[in-house]
């Protein structure tokens, strides 16, 4: 069984070890590497995973989740990583007990969220820390620009995977900030969380093979010895990854040029058939003579096999959907020579002439993409069809991929220099081992400035102005309050009916219309069991005696009222 998580310590408890730890946001689906719509994000995720059960040092693996059954499908995987690793949950109703590990962190960029629903728990009861993949949707969008309109501090943390997301956000925040400065005149107080750069990882021990396991691969995949493989491995999605017609073009023209034997590997799934035939016949077509190989890279045996088998790694992302890109990191870490489009993170991780190369890409200027944003903004376009709109207007030089990818088919040495280079970097900048220890220096320094802020006088005034809920989410019995005819309080009376039975109420909870209620039915009994008992009682008293707070009292006592089991007298301004 999951564990709650004891008794919340205080601030000033929170152990330096502690301070290096995080309590994590305990959705399965940010961490699911089985499911059928496999995307960047879980895989992502899932590394993630793995090296926080790794480096949990003697601390076990906390988690938060309003779902209880969230919380169990993340246990499983947490055990599944390790069986020997503790899990301690913290349900959504006991938000405040995050503070007791100090911050939390979320597998997306829902900081904003997550700081306005921290305002019940107090601004400086714990961090949010976040990490972005798109920033394209306007979901993405809000949520950043929310890091300035929502009570963000400079405790929480947006992790910015590539230089590419950095500027996006600045970017976002300009345009917020214009806005902000006319619709009130003046530019608002509030500085913005942390926005740390630190890129995705990768276990580069996963992606290890030796010569034995090279041969096995490439026999599996059914390569002759003469062969040469290229590999994409993603979605297959041409509106929403990367087009594949620049690749199939480049491959084409590089085989006839090279006159090598020329293999396309691509390692994915397609979300439908027509997106399937539209690939296939688009390679048949385009690249006649590129024998293409069709992998469901979902499968992680056969996703082994293409790693270990192929000689070169190509990636020609078109898509303003994308961020970082997981998958080149992935192919230096198996060593592999990498071509990709010179386009968002690609730029940070694949060093031109060393690891691979990055191909030249070109979109229109600024002012160009306004009627699709219009389009995206009332529904006339969906997301995808919006991406794939921004897509169709950016090119990837097929000419020069076509020279680099020709030069790496002809020169065996150069493809082993380059993917030796890769490797060595791999393991030495996007090892998870090493990303995880830069989420741990952040989480300590998030901690460290959250303790300081509240040991701060000037700055705990400030704070303690803050409401204690987001305007739009406030408490329905007070922005309601006008629509009955009364209203009461913890100094209201409330009794028993006249002949009300324990089997009348019995009946009425488990009948189907009084199904789905905020309270368990054990709770109603023993509100039903206290006026039993006691007779007449305020609504405080009847609190007490029934190890309720006074919120879950009063209405367990109105929902007598409505079932017609007790009478509520309000008290004089009660």
């Given at each position: 069984m999951?564990?709650?998580?004891?008794s919340?310590?205080?601030?000033?408890?929170?152990s330096?070890?502690?301070?290096?730890?995080?309590?994590?946001?305990?959705?399965?689906?940010?961490?699911?590497?089985?499911?059928v719509?496999?995307?960047g994000?879980?895989?992502?995720g899932n590394?993630?995973?793995?090296?926080?059960?790794?480096g949990?040092?003697?601390?076990?693996?906390?988690?938060?989740?309003?779902l209880a059954?969230?919380?169990?499908g993340?246990?499983?995987?947490v055990?599944?990583?390790d069986?020997?690793?503790?899990f301690e949950f913290i349900?959504?109703?006991?938000?405040e007990?995050?503070g007791g590990?100090?911050?939390?962190y979320?597998?997306d960029?829902?900081?904003?969220?997550?700081?306005?629903?921290?305002?019940r728990?107090?601004?400086?009861?714990?961090?949010v820390?976040g990490v972005?993949?798109t920033t394209a949707s306007?979901?993405?969008m809000?949520?950043?620009v929310?890091?300035?309109?929502e009570?963000v501090?400079?405790?929480?943390?947006?992790v910015c995977t590539?230089?590419?997301?950095?500027?996006t956000v600045?970017r976002l925040h300009e345009?917020?900030?214009?806005?902000?400065?006319?619709?009130?005149?003046?530019?608002i107080?509030g500085?913005?969380p942390?926005?740390?750069?630190?890129p995705?990882?990768?276990?580069?021990?996963?992606?290890a093979?030796?010569?034995?396991?090279?041969?096995?691969?490439?026999?599996?995949?059914?390569?002759e010895?003469?062969?040469?493989?290229?590999?994409f491995?993603g979605?297959l999605v041409?509106?929403?990854?990367?087009?594949p017609?620049p690749?199939f073009?480049?491959l084409?023209?590089?085989a006839?040029?090279?006159?090598r034997?020329?293999?396309?590997?691509?390692?994915?799934?397609?979300?439908?058939e027509?997106?399937?035939?539209?690939?296939?016949d688009?390679?048949?077509r385009?690249?006649p003579d590129?024998?293409?190989?069709?992998?469901?890279g979902?499968?992680?045996?056969?996703?082994?096999?293409?790693?270990?088998g192929?000689?070169i790694?190509v990636s020609?992302?078109?898509?303003?959907?994308?961020?970082?890109?997981?998958?080149p990191?992935?192919?230096?870490?198996a060593g592999?020579?990498v071509?990709?489009?010179?386009?968002d993170?690609?730029k940070?991780?694949?060093r031109?002439g060393v690891?691979g190369?990055?191909v030249r890409?070109l979109?229109?200027q600024?002012?160009?993409?306004?009627?699709?944003?219009?389009?995206l903004?009332?529904?006339?376009?969906?997301?995808?069809?919006?991406s794939?709109?921004?897509?169709q207007?950016?090119?990837?030089d097929?000419?020069?991929?076509?020279e680099?990818?020709?030069?790496l088919?002809e020169?065996?040495?150069?493809?082993?220099?380059?993917?030796?280079?890769?490797?060595?970097?791999?393991r030495?900048?996007?090892?998870w081992?090493?990303?995880y220890?830069q989420?741990q220096?952040?989480w300590?320094?998030?901690n460290?400035?959250r303790?300081?802020?509240?040991?701060?006088?000037?700055?705990?005034?400030?704070?303690?102005?803050?409401?204690?809920?987001?305007?739009?989410?406030p408490?329905p019995?007070?922005?309601?309050?006008?629509y009955?005819t009364a209203t009461?309080g913890?100094?209201a009376?409330?009794?028993?009916?006249?002949?009300?039975?324990?089997?009348?109420?019995?009946?009425?909870l488990?009948?189907?219309?009084?199904?789905?209620?905020?309270?368990?039915d054990e709770?109603?009994?023993?509100?039903?069991?206290?006026?039993?008992?006691g007779?007449?009682?305020t609504l405080?008293?009847?609190?007490a005696?029934?190890?309720n707070?006074?919120p879950?009292?009063?209405?367990?006592?109105a929902?007598l009222?409505?079932?017609?089991?007790?009478?509520?007298h309000a008290?004089?301004g009660?």
């Amino acid at each position: 069984m999951i564990r709650v998580l004891s008794s919340p310590r205080s601030r000033s408890q929170v152990s330096d070890a502690l301070s290096a730890t995080a309590v994590i946001r305990a959705e399965p689906d940010g961490y699911d590497m089985a499911k059928v719509e496999l995307m960047g994000r879980q895989s992502a995720g899932n590394g993630f995973l793995r090296a926080a059960v790794q480096g949990r040092g003697d601390h076990p693996i906390y988690g938060f989740s309003p779902l209880a059954s969230s919380a169990d499908g993340f246990r499983a995987m947490v055990r599944r990583i390790d069986p020997a690793a503790a899990f301690e949950f913290i349900p959504a109703p006991q938000l405040e007990r995050i503070g007791g590990v100090g911050v939390l962190y979320l597998a997306d960029s829902t900081v904003a969220t997550h700081a306005r629903q921290r305002q019940r728990a107090g601004l400086t009861s714990f961090s949010v820390c976040g990490v972005t993949h798109t920033t394209a949707s306007t979901t993405a969008m809000d949520e950043i620009v929310g890091l300035l309109r929502e009570p963000v501090a400079p405790w929480d943390a947006l992790v910015c995977t590539s230089t590419s997301v950095v500027e996006t956000v600045r970017r976002l925040h300009e345009l917020e900030r214009d806005y902000q400065r006319w619709r009130y005149g003046a530019e608002i107080r509030g500085e913005p969380p942390q926005l740390p750069l630190i890129p995705l990882g990768v276990h580069c021990d996963d992606y290890a093979c030796d010569d034995d396991a090279r041969v096995a691969a490439r026999a599996a995949l059914g390569l002759e010895p003469d062969e040469v493989a290229a590999l994409f491995v993603g979605r297959l999605v041409y509106h929403a990854k990367a087009h594949p017609y620049p690749m199939f073009r480049g491959l084409q023209a590089a085989a006839e040029r090279t006159g090598r034997k020329v293999v396309l590997v691509m390692a994915g799934w397609f979300p439908n058939e027509p997106v399937a035939e539209a690939f296939k016949d688009g390679a048949r077509r385009f690249a006649p003579d590129v024998r293409c190989l069709w992998i469901d890279g979902r499968k992680p045996d056969l996703r082994d096999h293409c790693w270990a088998g192929s000689d070169i790694f190509v990636s020609l992302p078109d898509n303003i959907q994308e961020t970082f890109g997981l998958t080149p990191i992935e192919a230096m870490a198996a060593g592999l020579p990498v071509v990709v489009s010179d386009w968002d993170g690609y730029k940070d991780t694949v060093r031109h002439g060393v690891d691979g190369f990055r191909v030249r890409t070109l979109m229109p200027q600024a002012g160009m993409g306004q009627a699709l944003a219009r389009a995206l903004e009332t529904a006339s376009l969906n997301y995808d069809h919006y991406s794939w709109a921004a897509a169709q207007a950016t090119a990837v030089d097929i000419a020069d991929f076509t020279e680099v990818v020709s030069a790496l088919i002809e020169n065996p040495d150069m493809r082993r220099r380059m993917g030796a280079a890769g490797r060595a970097r791999a393991r030495e900048v996007y090892d998870w081992s090493v990303i995880y220890r830069q989420y741990q220096a952040l989480w300590t320094e998030l901690n460290a400035r959250r303790r300081s802020a509240a040991n701060d006088p000037a700055m705990q005034a400030w704070i303690a102005a803050l409401p204690r809920a987001a305007p739009a989410r406030p408490d329905p019995f007070a922005i309601f309050e006008h629509y009955p005819t009364a209203t009461f309080g913890r100094h209201a009376r409330v009794a028993l009916a006249p002949g009300a039975t324990r089997a009348e109420l019995d009946g009425l909870l488990a009948h189907p219309l009084f199904g789905a209620r905020a309270s368990t039915d054990e709770t109603t009994r023993r509100i039903f069991d206290a006026l039993l008992a006691g007779g007449e009682l305020t609504l405080a008293e009847l609190a007490a005696r029934s190890a309720n707070n006074e919120p879950t009292a009063l209405r367990n006592a109105a929902l007598l009222a409505k079932l017609g089991l007790a009478t509520i007298h309000a008290a004089p301004g009660a």
